[in-house]
């Protein structure tokens, strides 16, 4: 498998399926309905089972930025943390801050909940159109800055779905992980 380290192995990417992680919580890339989608909202769901949906129905939506968390049935994953990007325009509505938010907000709802191992996908740059390259530093850098202040997560997988955007993440996360702030 294709993987890639940060320093501590606390942050790592790796090239794969995300429906195939055996982490405490899988965070999916959702729309403010919850409902399902196509991309790895889809798969997630597909992965799952229905129960997913049956218990989706019930949380009433979620903001743009914000997440919700349910269980993740026949998942390897226990847990499955839903956020919702926003779709991109060009940069100048919101996007980059929501983008760091949906991070957070998954974080802080693993945290809560004890969870110690999240894997991610790249969140927003598949069907709501968020360059990779602006989005990948986004990312690190969320993720960076929240376990410096959070020690509760213990590792951190970013599972990228194609070879151009592991590609990204290899030459990007060491750069960023070295980074003093
Ligand atoms: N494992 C890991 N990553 C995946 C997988 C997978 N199985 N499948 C796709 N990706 P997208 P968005 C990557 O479009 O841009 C849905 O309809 C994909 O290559 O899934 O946030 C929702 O319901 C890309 O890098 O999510 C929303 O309506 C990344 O996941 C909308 O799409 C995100 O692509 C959300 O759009």
Known sequence: MNTVNGTSKKIVAIQGDITQQAVDAIVNAANKSLLG??????????????????????????????????????????????????????????????????????????????LKTIAFPAISTGVYGFPVELATPIAIRTVKEFLQKNSSIQQVIFVCFNDQLFEIYRQLLPQILSESN
């Open 37 to 114: 989608g196509s991309g790895v909202d889809g798969a997630i769901h597909r992965a799952a089972g229905p129960e997913l949906l049956a218990q989706c129905r019930l949380l009433n939506g979620c903001e743009t930025g914000d997440a919700k968390i349910t269980k993740g049935y026949n998942l390897l994953a226990k847990w499955v943390i839903h956020t919702v990007g926003l779709i991109w325009r060009d940069g100048n509505h919101g996007e980059k801050k929501l983008l760091a938010s949906c991070y957070v907000r998954s974080l802080e709802i693993a945290a809560e909940k004890g």
